[in-house]
């Protein structure tokens, strides 16, 4: 950057080229323009100190993205940088960022991207950044970036994010921390609550745990319409778990009325959201289901009832540790499935032993059912 010439900045109002520099770049009052919106920022970060790391930050978010400016990691990096260096909390964000999508930055090379993300991430809360607190409560809660899982932190860091500004991934995360039971008593009231507010914000996940609470009647009515119309919107949005669930509601409900011929549609959406949400078990074990009951190929063109494909996703969801998929499996080596698998009762016993063992009541009335048989 060039020496500020302070009597020549003296005669120019730094803060009519600031405000100037947002509205181009937002379209505020104004069509985009993010050529003028570079030169405005571009500016002040040459003549003025009282933007500067306001006019870094968006110039690092312009080489970052190529808005206007020709799309240069190395550029961006080198701003946000300066930026973090003048104080900047959200230079910090984006640095972990970086960091954690492992865009190669020479000077760091030979560093731990993910230690690198973490500690940016660390630096932009500490600033104050209820964004990066909700982030470092997402790492914590996943045990993403190397590190371990701990729930009860992450509880602790979102709430410091929803306390800073009632940060929308603060406060979903937060309800997860009530409807699990991870600050206090599960309280599903309060969980309810603190999704409903995130949904209001425009979080995606809330929508899905909103959903899930008017399933099952946690926190609110019970109310499998509602629950439908959010999973709905959380499906829209490509959300993997907003997917699984709307299409496994509507499962339950067409075995409830014998009408099966939301099948199809179930089917496709559960092989999408296998694709985003690959360790979520339900999802196989109701494919599973489909194959299993299935719709006459007559009736319906499209899902016929297939035995083996039914007992291969039930072991896949299995594999996953789903009790019910256990269950489904020793009824499969009871029956057989002719030419397939054959008909092993000491296989079925075990599988069901291991499906009470993780706690499915279901398979206790067909292990019983099979003893009693030996029996007589």
Do not use: W
């Not at 600031?18 to 181009?24: A, E, N, P, T």
């Not at 968006?58 to 020709?70: S, T, V």
């Not at 509601?249 to 939301?262: E, F, H, R, W």
């Amino acid at each position: 950057m060039n020496k500020i010439d302070k009597k020549k900045s003296e005669k120019i109002d730094f803060t009519k080229i600031y405000l100037k520099g947002i509205s181009y770049f937002y379209g505020i009052d104004t069509s985009i323009n993010y050529k003028k919106a570079y030169e405005n920022f571009h500016q002040l970060m040459q003549e003025s100190k009282l933007y500067l790391k306001e006019s870094l930050l968006f110039l690092g978010q312009m080489y970052l993205k190529g808005l206007y400016a020709h799309q240069s990691y190395k550029k961006a990096i080198e701003y946000f940088k300066l930026a973090a260096k003048n104080g900047s909390s959200k230079a910090y964000y984006y640095l972990g960022e970086i960091a954690e999508n492992r865009i190669l930055d020479e000077e760091d090379k030979d560093k731990s991207y993910d230690d690198m993300a973490f500690n940016y991430y660390k630096k932009s809360a500490d600033l104050g950044l209820s964004e990066a607190y909700a982030k470092i409560g997402i790492i914590l809660e996943q045990g993403l970036l190397q590190t371990k899982q701990n729930l009860q932190e992450a509880a602790k860091i979102f709430k410091k994010s929803v306390d800073i500004d009632e940060n929308p991934t603060g406060l979903n995360g937060l309800g997860n921390a009530y409807y699990e039971g991870k600050i206090c008593q599960k309280n599903y009231d309060q969980a309810f609550d603190l999704y409903d507010k995130a949904i209001n914000l425009g979080n995606i996940d809330a929508l899905n745990n909103a959903g899930i609470c008017y399933e099952y009647g946690f926190g609110t009515d019970k109310n499998k319409e509602k629950a439908l119309e959010l999973y709905k919107k959380a499906m829209d949005k490509y959300h993997g778990e907003g997917m699984a669930n709307y299409a496994i509601l509507k499962i339950k409900n067409a075995i409830n009325s014998g009408n099966y011929q939301c099948f199809s549609e179930c089917l496709k959406i559960l092989f999408y959201a296998s694709l985003l949400r690959e360790k979520n078990s339900d999802i196989y074990y109701y494919i599973g289901i489909i194959y299993e009951l299935g719709i006459d190929l007559f009736n319906d063109n499209n899902i016929i009832k297939n035995s083996y494909l039914a007992f291969v996703h039930y072991k896949r969801a299995g594999q996953l540790g789903n009790a019910k998929a256990f269950t489904k499996m020793g009824i499969c080596h009871f029956n057989g499935i002719e030419g397939v698998i054959p008909k092993n009762r000491k296989a079925s016993e075990k599988l069901l032993e291991k499906a009470i063992e993780l706690g499915d009541k279901e398979a206790e009335k067909y292990l019983k059912f099979i003893q009693d048989q030996e029996q007589n």
